[in-house]
């Protein structure tokens, strides 16, 4: 663990340096130490409402040492019903809430998010310019989020089963994948996906005759469709026990399932495009501890811990660091394949986010899979 | 009477006595008001009201209740919950009744044995004991390995998981300890001479249980509805951790409604699913004439 600690620190300031900008590295050395500095006047604990598979240990545990604050974490499950919580316990309950993509403005216009300056943070240079251009996470100069993780979501398939690779997404209607598809219960999620194969412009904003569209494709694509757990954790373990063989995970899904105990798995990024995530963790309007919040944000994603999360949870992070770091020590394979290395696809993807006419996207899937 | 009582001991401890009930029942009082009373009342004003997304305008309206009530798929799918909680009701009852009466046969001392392994799958968690049903039907499950092991099949069955029969089997196990223990207190009360009376005065074996039995131990048949019936109507964790891709129930529907974040759709949903409930509740208590065994 130690090692690791200098290592990324040495490797930090070299980038630095070899960027001609060693003033600037001592002066960011110096404010990593700002908020140990600075922990004397906060107020906490931090009230985290965010998603599961993102925070470590190591980085909780350093936050608490540095500034005698508790980091308490409340699993969040979904967006809509983060909103929904938020606005009901607002800054007096939560700190800070992670929010996907597209529905940051949407907690924004809701009045439950505030907005911060990050360009003064020492770790901002360090973000992929993807992120810094933002303009739909940015009022000004200030974003409504702090940019975490991103991902495509990958159709991965079981090489077992399925031996001739797709090249298309029309490859889930196969009648040989009898019940061998399951996608999560994201029910917006799954009409975006069938909007995606029907030839949709927008999957989700569509228009009615689109949806109708989609909602066929799903009709269509019900004898082939397994079941629609609410948890990744689930369709890891259907692939690894090989129930199903194919479903849609974000990058490192063929390392989960093998870890899970399963078969080699391939990913497909359909050519007709395919749904992704960002995520950010914005801060909560009014939040009871809104100074340590903001220093919890700045604490963990200093080059060390952003390492260890990526190398823990092994999706790609908005902070290049990492990935610098992966192809000095000879692991651009691995950054390759959870597409690190590949912020470009972040324009390519059909952004999850919720659509206007949520309810219609609702009821479609309901009608399918209720009938 | 004791120097005690002479000495006025009498009144204050009467006095206390007529105070306990209040305190007993102040917790449960409170309880109940507030995890269910309360909510049921703002979903009952959500119901009625405009609501778009977080923004609520304040003029009645039915067309939440309509949007339910006139959705012949929302409609099925709660009958289709109905359907399934009856059948798993019944199964239980089914199971649960033989092996309540044989239960109170056995010497004491074996059934509190008995009764312990009753209530024995308390111990572990409600989801731990979904999630150890699905390692037993799942296409590589235990059931599957030892037939295809024995050399009775060739490749592993699929219809064993994910679909309704499933949603049944996992929830008869898990409410069938619910009906044995109300079952049992009903029949351990009964005067097993009866049953005697009625062989000595010609009376069949299914006579004897249906006309006597049956009646008597109605409060217990009665208690097993209300510990399985009602909370399987509202099930979400079996059905979606082992029904299928078509294993929607009407509790699956209400969710995905406050997901929608149409709060007054959702709520209009619950208000109708409790009304049906309690009004089952009052019919099965009108027909099973539950006064006359009570004796009120």
């Known amino acids: 663990m130690t090692s690791r600690h200098e290592w990324t620190r040495r490797h930090m300031l070299q980038r630095a340096a070899q960027a001609g900008i060693g003033g600037a590295a001592l002066s960011t050395a110096s404010r990593f130490a700002a908020p140990a500095q600075a922990a004397t006047n906060l107020q906490g604990p931090v009230n985290a409402f965010t998603w599961g598979g993102r925070i470590i240990p190591t980085e ?79 009022v000004g100069d200030k ?63 569509m228009t009615k005759e689109e949806l109708a569209n989609a909602k066929d494709g799903l009709k269509r694509l019900m004898p082939n469709i397994l079941k629609f757990p609410p948890q990744e954790e689930e369709l890891v373990k259907l692939m690894a026990d090989e129930t199903i063989w194919v479903t849609a995970l974000s990058a490192g899904g063929a390392l989960r399932i093998k870890d899970a105990g399963g078969p080699l798995c391939k990913g497909f990024l359909p050519p007709e495009g395919y749904i992704g995530y960002f995520d950010g963790d914005c801060l909560v309007k009014g939040a009871a501890h809104r100074d340590a919040a903001l220093a919890w944000m700045q604490h963990r994603v200093q080059a060390k811990y952003v390492m260890e999360n990526f190398l823990k949870y092994r999706r790609p992070l908005a902070y290049r660091g990492p990935l ?20 470009d696809l972040i324009a390519k993807m059909v952004v999850i986010g919720p659509p206007p006419n949520l309810g219609d996207y609702i009821d479609a899937f309901n009608e399918v899979a209720g009938s | 009477m004791s120097v005690a009582q002479t000495a006025g001991y009498v009144a204050p401890r009467h006095r206390s006595r007529s105070r306990w009930p209040i305190y007993a029942f102040l917790p449960i009082t409170v309880m109940d008001f507030v995890l269910f009373v309360l909510p049921m009342l703002i979903m009952g004003i959500a119901s009625v009201l405009v609501i778009h997304e977080f923004h609520v305008e304040y003029r009645l309206t039915a067309n939440n209740y309509l949007f339910f009530l006139g959705s012949p798929l929302y409609l099925s799918i709660l009958g289709k919950s109905v359907l399934i909680a009856a059948v798993v009701t019944l199964a239980c009852l089914v199971i649960a009744f033989p092996f309540a ?22 111990w572990t968690s409600y989801l731990l004991r979904v999630y150890a049903w699905m390692t037993i039907l799942g296409e590589r499950g235990l059931i599957n390995r030892a037939l295809l092991g024995l050399g009775i099949l060739d490749e ?141």
């Open chain 2, 156 to 296: 592993p069955v699929r219809f064993l998981l994910y679909n309704n029969y499933a949603v049944v089997l996992v929830s008869v196990y898990l409410y069938i300890p619910y009906c044995v223990l109300a079952l049992y207190t009903a029949i351990e009360r009964l005067d097993t001479s009866l049953f005697s009376a009625a062989m000595d005065l010609g009376a069949r074996p299914r006579q004897v249980f249906l006309h006597i039995m049956l009646p008597l131990t109605l409060p217990g048949v009665f208690a097993s509805f209300i510990f399985v019936f009602i909370p399987m109507v509202g099930e979400y964790v079996t059905p979606t951790l082992v029904g299928g891709a078509r294993g929607m129930m009407i509790v699956n529907i209400v969710v995905s409604q406050f997901q929608a974040l149409r709060f007054g759709i959702g709520s209009a949903m619950v208000f109708v699913i409790t009304a049906l409930a309690l009004c089952m509740v009052l019919a099965l208590r009108r027909m099973a004439r539950l006064e006359k065994v009570f004796g009120v």
């Open chain 1, 324 to 343: 610098d770091v992966l192809k000095q020590e000879g692991k651009s394979d691995l950054a390759h394949e959870l597409f690190y290395d590949q912020p």
């Open chain 2, 101 to 122: 009466y044989y239960l109170t046969l056995l010497p004491r001392h074996v059934q509190r044995i008995m009764l312990i392994l009753v209530i024995l799958p308390f």
């Open chain 1, 60 to 138: 909780v545990a350093d936050f608490q040492k540095e500034t005698g604050i508790k980091l308490n974490f409340v699993g969040a499950s979904g967006n809509s019903e983060n909103l929904a919580k938020v606005k009901l316990g607002g800054g007096a309950q939560y700190d800070i809430v992670g929010v996907d993509a597209l529905w940051v403005p949407k907690f924004y216009q809701e009045g439950v998010i505030e907005v911060f300056d990050m360009a003064s943070w020492p770790q901002y240079n360090d973000m992929f310019d993807q992120f810094k251009n933002m303009s739909i996470w940015k």
């Open chain 1, 143 to 205: 974003f409504m989020a702090q940019p975490w993780a991103w991902s495509p979501l990958v159709l991965w398939y079981n090489t077992n089963h399925i031996k001739t690779p797709p090249t298309s997404i029309k490859f889930l209607w196969d009648p040989a994948l009898k019940q061998r598809i399951a996608l999560t219960r994201q029910q917006e999620d799954v009409i975006a996906w069938m909007g995606i194969a029907t030839g949709a412009k927008k999957p989700y904003d």
